[in-house]
T-cell receptor
Framework: EDKVVQSPLSLVVHEGDTVTLNCSYE??????LLWYKQEKKAPTFLFML??SGIEKKSGRLSSILDKKELFSILNITATQTGDSAVYLC??????????WGAGTKLIIKP | KAGVTQTPRYLIKTRGQQVTLSCSPI?????VSWYQQTPGQGLQFLFE???????NKGNFPGRFSGRQFSNSRSEMNVSTLELGDSALYLC?????????????FGQGTRLTVV
């Protein structure tokens, strides 16, 4: 059965810290891995990764995929209170269907 | 450019009733996907419609159904509501079919079954 596992489930850090969120997967016919940020209700797109070892970067956020070890990490440097959210990882596999992880709830304390 | 619009935003229903939720995608987007989100469960895929055809379906009972109209607007129907159907229902639209593209989510409909 396809599955996506995110860790940790929750994380509390102080402003300015760097965090690393993990997403591991076992998905048939992997096509891509996507990261989303969910602050209140509507998740917003962060990155889509398809190739191993190529870092995607947007400001203080970056992400990389390891297709051999079947995981991805999302890094956030110099965290701010506005980074507090649930970060969701999803993997596109067979039939182009997305399998979602349960999310990591990140809390940034001022 | 207007985003994805879901109506209603909140809904309270009693067990046994049925409900219809609506989703208007971003103009030009032909793919609409529906998800159920419950605390600690992440997003559970319900189904995807593209050009009025259901392309994919998740592992939900037949009480959950949907359709898409020629203007790409989509509706989701849940019949014979159960307490366990209480959840946030999200729809997402994208330009292309399948999950291999950036999706834009609506604010969701919070359904409470009592």
């Amino acid at each position: 059965e396809d599955k996506v596992v995110q860790s940790p489930l929750s994380l509390v850090v102080h402003e300015g810290d760097t965090v690393t969120l993990n997403c591991s997967y076992e998905v048939t016919n992997f096509r891509s891995l996507l990261w989303y940020k969910q602050e209140k209700k509507a998740p917003t797109f962060l990155f889509m990764l398809t190739s191993s070892g190529i870092e995607k970067k947007s400001g203080r956020l970056s992400s990389i995929l390891d297709k051999k070890e079947l995981f991805s990490i999302l890094n956030i440097t110099a965290t701010q209170t506005g980074d507090s959210a649930v970060y969701l990882c999803a993997v596109c596999g067979s039939n182009y269907q997305l399998i979602w992880g349960a999310g990591t709830k990140l809390i940034i304390k001022p | 450019k207007a985003g994805v619009t879901q109506t209603p935003r909140y809904l309270i229903k009693t067990r046994g009733q049925q409900v219809t939720l609506s989703c208007s995608p971003i103009s030009g987007h032909r793919s609409v996907s529906w998800y159920q989100q419950t605390p600690g469960q992440g997003l559970q895929f319900l189904f995807e419609y593209f050009s009025e055809t259901q392309r994919n379906k998740g592992n939900f009972p037949g009480r959950f159904s949907g359709r898409q109209f020629s203007n790409s607007r989509s509706e989701m129907n849940v019949s014979t509501l159960e307490l366990g159907d209480s959840a946030l229902y999200l729809c997402a639209s994208s330009l292309s079919a399948g999950g291999n593209a950036e999706a834009f989510f609506g604010q969701g409909t919070r359904l409470t079954v009592v």
